[in-house]
């Protein structure tokens, strides 16, 4: 049961509401205890000063060596408070009356104050008044003892002491109450808040359930499905929208590795059904002449090496989605570089009659992969020759952009159409349509600018398809440049 969230989250949520319900009665049990007593000596205070009011009266009436006796009695008469005891002593401590001393019963409580005055609680709190004024104590007796309220008052010149007893039954009780009223509230609360928050855990987390029953359902068979979205603003919103992004990126994945296996598929049938066709129409003939055998070994290897370069080129692009494609960085000269790559494909731009430009300024240091960069160069170069027709013209420049360097090459073919451009870097793709672009040009795989692209970008640069319309095309390859006053490799 410990698995379950909504169990977890309701287990939580009862433990926080019942620890701060705890707490908070506390906290209300203690805040009333205090106001509770401070009401009590106030009270206290006040009858003190009511029933001395009346004894310095009533002292004016009298004369005579028992004029104080008499005259608390009379106060004592007229002081009669419920659950209130008065006791006056002498300057030595003496008891001169207290009001158990009266002949009529004055008070309800005065079974239980029944010996308090002879208790050593009371003659310890009877000492204690010869030393201090004005203070309170608690006096235990009785069902839950007394507050006590001691005070000096002054007859004939000589110090007295007043001390009000007041029973704290009824406080006692009042809290007792409360602390019951607590001890059934609280548990209660926490019952209801129990079962309030299990249904709330389990509503909230409905379209959670939901989602994973969905989820659940979804395979290859139908990526195309997508979890339902209530609420889009909420949490559970955010959790579903990510989820649904997630398949689509997963249905686009699975949708390019299965137009990715079919163009595969395709490419390398063509060159092994060649190869097994010319290898049947070789073997079918009992004999042949030299130059027959000649030309059928010429096609097997011309093909064969295209099959190679589809091979190598598809375990480049495993290797490099594999993140198994080590860099091996070095410090070079882009401008070499470019200026090497061009006069290597100036021949292939000398049959066609193309014109080939390089602009490349001189001092381009970098540290990179040199041999991925040559390979990435050559693919544009080809593309642009062969996609050039006759009497074209090629441009290569090269410069410095910021914090990177920009190498472009631009051709004078029929560029690309607009609804293709977005393609272009897709593997196994070729706008042929647009480039006009047959078995007699080279016939390559449309793997080239997947690679190319794949190398800018493990440079942490980018290869674009900048410019592209009826006067031709321009990619240009986005390198990052070393810091300024970065040492230069030796030439």
């Not at 201090?132 to 007859?155: H, I, L, M, S």
């Not at 939901?210 to 339902?228: K, P, S, V």
């Not at 990510?242 to 063509?270: I, K, P, V, W």
């Amino acid at each position: 049961m410990l698995e379950s969230v909504r169990f977890r989250l309701t287990l939580w949520y009862t433990a926080v509401l019942a620890l701060v319900l705890v707490v908070l009665s506390m906290a209300a049990y203690f805040v009333l205890r205090q106001s509770t007593l401070q009401g009590t000596d106030s009270s206290l205070t006040e009858i003190a000063d009511a029933f001395l009011t009346t004894l310095q009266a009533e002292l004016k009436d009298q004369s005579g060596p028992n004029a104080l006796q008499l005259a608390a009695e009379q106060a004592l008469f007229e002081h009669r408070y419920r659950d209130n005891l008065f006791v006056i002593l002498d300057p030595r401590g003496n008891v001169v009356i207290t009001s158990e001393d009266l002949p009529v019963p004055n008070q309800p409580a005065k079974s239980h104050a029944a010996g308090i005055f002879a208790s050593g609680a009371f003659r310890k709190l009877a000492e204690a008044s010869l030393h201090g004024d004005r203070f309170f104590q608690n006096v235990p007796g009785g069902p839950d003892g007394y507050r006590g309220f001691v005070r000096q008052f002054p007859v004939n010149g000589q110090g007295h002491i007043l001390i009000v007893l007041q029973s704290l039954h009824r406080q006692a009780e009042l809290l007792k109450e409360i602390a019951r009223t607590f001890a059934w509230v609280i548990p209660i609360a926490v019952l209801l808040a129990c079962a309030g928050g299990y249904f709330l855990a389990r509503k909230s987390l409905a379209p959670v359930v939901d989602m994973a029953t969905q989820a659940g359902r979804i395979g290859a068979e139908n990526l195309h499905e997508r979890l339902a979205v209530r609420n889009r603003k909420d949490e559970l919103g955010h959790l579903a929208l990510a989820f649904n992004s997630l398949l689509d990126r997963l249905n686009l994945s699975f949708e390019r590795q299965r137009r990715f296996m079919a163009d595969a598929s395709h490419e390398l049938r063509t060159p092994v059904a060649i190869l097994r066709g010319e290898a049947d129409v070789a073997l079918s003939q009992p004999s042949r002449t030299l130059e027959e055998y000649r030309e059928s070994l010429l096609l097997l290897r011309d093909e064969a090496e295209r099959l190679t370069h589809i091979v190598e080129d598809l375990f480049t692009l495993a290797r490099a989605d594999a993140g198994q494609y080590p860099l091996t960085r070095s410090d070079f000269y882009l401008d070499e570089l470019v200026a090497d790559c061009t006069r290597n494909t100036r021949t292939l731009a000398l049959a066609k009659r193309i014109t080939l430009a390089v602009d490349a300024p001189a001092e381009l240091p970098l540290h990179a992969d040199e041999g991925l960069l040559r390979r990435m160069f050559l693919n544009l170069l080809d593309n642009a020759i062969k996609y050039t027709p006759e009497g074209g013209r090629v441009a290569v420049s090269c410069c410095r952009a910021g914090a990177e360097y920009a190498v472009s090459i631009t051709d004078t073919g029929p560029g690309i159409p607009a609804e293709l451009q977005p393609r272009i870097f897709e593997r196994f793709f070729r706008a042929d349509e647009a480039r006009s672009r047959g078995e007699k040009d080279g016939g390559g795989a449309g793997l080239g600018l997947s690679i190319s692209r794949w190398i800018a970008e493990a440079h942490q640069g980018r290869l674009e398809l900048t410019r592209s319309d009826s006067s031709g095309s321009t990619f240009t390859a986005f390198l990052p440049a070393p810091a300024a006053g970065a040492p230069s490799p030796v030439r």
